[in-house]
């Protein structure tokens, strides 16, 4: 079975073929570090009525998924100064993020200052980008530290998001989870990070998993939302690909992996699963969802295979923060460490990052 029909459809739905590894090598690298990263500039998806039709016949080919992934570092050919592009563009994609029990609004300063200075000033400087703003996608956290976040951003353009609805579990009760969606939007978050109640899935309520996510966009209003999965928890990619059509159907902005907190976090392989729906999506109602792998993304090398798995499935375009994030809380100290190197040889310890 080719790549094009690793995750099959009912539908009438055709996979665009993928392209070969040779034409990403060759593939000019991302523009490096946008400046004006602007992080909402595709036309925003609109809920679409239910209907099971469009996910009820999907099977996921296990084996096709796997064998494609595991051509990935393979096709991971960008080296030196592209390298270097690339981890720049990968750094306007992070959602800078801290959800600790511990945390406390100096934390969430410090993370606000990282996230406006992301690269030191020298290693721009040595990259040819000192005259260029560099900064994160987005930076996450809890709703308490909503306000202190967008205060130490302000003027920056840079998002604040908020993870919402009871977040990692999502088992309070429904009307609580839509105010506490609205007090984050209240207090200037513009990204709501919402997690599913995934007993919906588990059983297979998928009309409830619709209205559920149709009632957290409404509360969301004009915030963007971001549907977290918690693939880890969802037990079958069968379970993953109709999750992510239903929650694109009832109008997500993004779909996103996981919440961290779960045993299994973002992976290459529910990534694909995810990619593909997003590709059949787009191909049945022309809206581009957004992508945000999360959860233990914390190395340079993973972000580029990330990367390189977004432009191949879905396009140039995805690689963009309106259309990709990766929720990390210290990926960006490797990236740095990283880009370090390649200006001068040598690799600092990760003790002189501390945040990120
Ligand atoms: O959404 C973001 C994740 O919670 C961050 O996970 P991480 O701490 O493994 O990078």
Not at 15 to 37: D, Q
Not at 64 to 77: C, D, K, Q
Not at 259 to 286: C, D, F, S
Request: glycine residues 8%; proline residues 4%.
């Amino acid at each position: 079975m080719t790549s094009t029909s690793l995750v099959r459809s009912s539908g009438a739905v055709r996979s665009r073929p993928t392209p070969p590894a040779s034409a990403v090598a060759a593939l000019t690298p991302a523009a490096p570090a946008a400046a004006s990263t602007q992080p909402h500039a595709a036309a925003r998806n609109t809920a679409q009525p239910f209907d099971s039709g469009w996910f009820e016949g999907i099977r996921v080919n296990l084996s096709a998924a796997e064998r494609r992934v595991a051509t990935l570092p393979g096709r991971r050919s960008v080296k030196k100064d592209a390298q270097a592009g690339w981890l720049l563009k990968a750094i306007t994609c992070i959602d800078l993020t801290t959800l600790n029990g511990d945390d406390t609004a100096e934390r969430v300063r410090r993370l606000c200052a990282k996230a406006v200075t992301p690269v030191r000033a020298d290693l721009l400087a040595a990259l040819g980008f000192a005259d260029r703003t560099l900064h994160t996608g987005a930076v996450c956290v809890y709703h308490r530290f909503v306000s202190t976040a967008v205060e130490a951003l302000a003027g920056t353009g840079i998002p604040v998001a908020a993870v919402s609805t009871g977040f990692p579990a999502g088992l309070i009760p429904h009307e609580l989870k839509l105010k506490e969606i609205e007090a984050s939007v209240r207090d200037g978050a513009s990204e709501i990070d919402i997690v599913i109640t995934r007993e919906h899935v588990l059983t297979g309520q998928w009309q409830k998993l619709y209205d559920e996510m149709r009632d957290f966009r409404s509360a969301a209003g004009n915030a963007h939302v971001k549907a977290i999965l918690a693939t880890g928890e969802l037990k079958t990619l069968r379970n993953v690909a109709k999750a992510s059509m239903v929650c694109m159907m009832a109008g997500a902005d993004f779909i996103k992996t996981s919440t961290g907190k779960e045993g299994v976090n973002a992976t290459p392989l529910v990534t694909l699963v995810m990619l593909r729906m997003i590709r059949q999506y787009e191909a049945r109602t022309g809206f581009r969802v957004g992508y945000k792998p999360a959860g233990g993304v914390s190395t340079a090398k993973t972000a580029l295979d990330y990367q390189v798995l977004m432009k191949e499935e879905l396009g140039r375009a995805w690689l963009e923060p309106d259309l990709f994030r990766i929720g990390a809380s210290t990926l960006l100290a490797d990236i740095e460490r990283q880009l370090e190197h390649h200006v001068t040889g040598r690799y600092s310890a990760f003790n002189r990052h501390p945040i990120g």
